[in-house]
C-alpha cells in the first residue's frame, strides 16, 4: 500500500468519524429552530400545559408581565403562573395566535416578538377575548436547545 | 541607510497612518458604547428633546406601547408621539430614572431592560408619577451608531 492510498484511507475513516459525532441538530438552521421553538411555545399554550410552559424558560430568565414587578428566575416565574392559574379553576383557553414577526438571530441569542389573540372560556360559558403584543429574548443553550430569557407582553386594540 | 533601517520606518509610517485613518469609536468597547447610549436616552427624556429622541430610532424601528397597535417604522413613531405630547402642553418630566439590567450584545445587536420611574408636572403643578418596565433592541449601524430597533414598555408598580 502507498503512503498516498494510506492517507486517503485515513481522511476517509475521520471522514464518518465526524459525520458520527457532529449532532442532526447542527444540520438544521436558526430559522427553522425558532420557526419549531415558536410552533411548540403556542401548542403548550393553547393546552395550558404549565410544566411544558415553564420548561421552556432559561433558570435565570425574566418575565416582564404588566402591573408586575419584574420576575426574576424562574421559581418567581413558576410562583407568579401558578398563582394566575389558582384564580381561574376550570377556564380553558380556546385560542392561541401568535403572528410572529422580526424574527432575528445573532450568535446563541435571538429576538421575536407577535401580535398575540387569545381566547378563553370561563367555567359558566363567559368568552373572555383578548388582544396584546409579545416580545421574547431566547438564548440558545449548549445542548442546542433554545430558551426563553426574556418575555414582555402589554395590551394591543382588537384590530 | 539599511534595508532593514528602511522597514522600521515604513512600519512606524503604516502604524501612524491606521491611527489616522481607525475612528476613535473602534477603541470603545459595547459594553461603554451602550452605557453612553443609555446615559444619552436618559437626558434627552428629562429635557423632552423629542428631535433628539427620534434621532436615536432606526428607520424601520419596533414601537410597542401599552394599549397601542404596533407602530412600525420611524413615521409611525413620530406620528404617535407627536400626537401624545400635543395633548401635554407645558407638561415637564422633572424625573426620568431607568435602571438598566441584563445588558446583552451579540455582533451588532444588543437588548437591555429597564425598571422606570418618571414625574411629570403638569401646568397647574399637579405631579404625576409613574412607574414601568422598558425593554430596548438596539442595533448598531455600519457607522457604529448604535440605534433603537425595538421599544417595549408597560406598568409596574410601586417599590
Given at each position: 500500500m502507498t503512503v498516498s492510498r494510506k492517507l486517503a484511507l485515513i481522511g476517509i475513516g475521520t471522514l464518518i468519524a465526524l459525520q458520527l459525532i457532529t449532532p442532526t441538530s447542527a444540520a438544521t438552521n436558526p430559522a427553522d429552530e425558532i420557526a419549531a421553538f415558536n410552533k411548540n411555545y403556542i401548542a403548550l399554550h393553547l393546552r395550558m400545559d404549565t410544566a411544558g410552559i415553564l420548561n421552556?424558560?432559561?433558570?435565570?430568565g425574566v418575565d416582564l408581565m404588566p402591573g408586575e414587578a419584574p420576575l426574576v428566575g424562574k421559581a418567581a416565574i413558576t410562583a407568579w403562573l401558578t398563582a394566575v392559574l389558582a384564580q381561574m379553576p376550570g377556564y380553558k383557553v380556546t385560542k392561541q395566535e401568535c403572528d410572529f414577526r422580526d424574527i432575528r438571530v445573532s450568535g446563541d441569542w435571538a429576538s421575536e416578538w407577535a401580535n398575540e389573540h387569545q381566547v378563553v372560556v370561563a367555567p359558566d360559558g363567559k368568552i373572555i377575548e383578548?388582544?396584546?403584543?409579545m416580545a421574547l429574548i431566547l438564548h440558545r443553550n449548549p445542548n442546542g436547545e433554545w430558551k426563553v430569557q426574556?418575555?414582555?407582553w402589554n395590551a394591543a386594540p382588537k384590530p
Open positions: 421552556l424558560w432559561a433558570d435565570d383578548s388582544y396584546g403584543k426574556q418575555e414582555m
